[in-house]
């Protein structure tokens, strides 16, 4: 079985070290890359940082040396991102910008929050506390760059055998832009033989734009869970084929 991961570098790397021991191929075939955005990050009168992701975590981490304020992370893989970068104060979210908004609101920070995010982003935080009457900015660090064509050794994969492929996907955007790779390469036909791996429901709908063999949703909202979800594939196939492994 061939794991296709369109997650841009680093997680890609983390994600096919994480399912080395399922016994599959993990192929790298990012479908964005990050662009940090050059500048000083304002953290006058800030009282706590917000990430959703963790290259917001990993762009502010090179751009500023502020490791001290209480941090709110979206969920265990930002998380896992703050702590690798020193951040001394964590308090992790459910992996839904929702969550983060509660997980904020119940802490009650006394200043305002500085959300760090891409120029794409899932969902309004700012809002979201708004809503709750706290007072929030946001502060665009990085573009997530469209990669136009899946990576060769991904499009020969779908090509000589998609019904061995799966491809995950974690967020909708990504979803709908491996779509449109696939369909630049003339490689969409090919994904209905192929089996989609989505983190939530919601990206599972922007799956649904095209047809697949099936697409399967992670019970929860984090890396280890898609994980488990490989796992599950490739034991469901080994179980069709008679393998031990």
Not at 13 to 20: G, K, L, N, R
Request: glycine letters at 8%; aromatic letters at 4%.
């Amino acid at each position: 079985m061939k794991v296709i991961i369109t997650r841009p570098s680093p997680d890609a790397e983390d994600f096919a070290a994480e399912i080395a021991g399922a016994g599959v191929t993990a192929i790298i075939s990012p479908v964005m890359a990050i662009r940090p955005r050059a500048g000083e990050i304002d953290l006058a009168g800030v009282g706590a940082l917000a990430f959703t992701s963790s290259n917001g975590v990993r762009v502010f981490a090179g751009l500023s040396g502020e490791r001290n304020l209480k941090t709110f992370a979206v969920g265990a893989a930002t998380v896992a991102a703050a702590r690798r970068e020193g951040f001394s104060d964590i308090a992790s979210a459910a992996g839904d910008v929702e969550s983060l908004a509660d997980l904020i609101t119940i802490s009650k920070p006394y200043m305002p929050v500085l959300y760090l995010a891409g120029s794409e982003r899932a969902g309004d935080l700012v809002g979201l506390l708004a809503e709750r009457g706290l007072a929030a900015r946001r502060a665009v660090i990085y573009d997530a760059v469209e990669i136009a064509a899946p990576s060769p050794i991904a499009a020969a994969a779908l090509a000589e055998n998609p019904a061995d492929c799966v491809v995950v996907f974690f967020s909708p955007r990504s979803a709908r832009l491996f779509i449109r790779q696939a369909r630049a390469a003339g490689a969409e036909k090919s994904l209905s033989a192929a089996v989609a791996l989505c983190m939530s429901a919601e990206i599972g709908a922007a799956a649904d734009e095209i047809a697949w063999a099936r697409i399967e949703i992670s019970q929860h909202r984090a890396a280890e869970a898609m994980a488990r979800l490989v796992e599950a594939e490739k034991s469901a196939r080994n179980r069709r084929t008679g393998k031990s492994r």
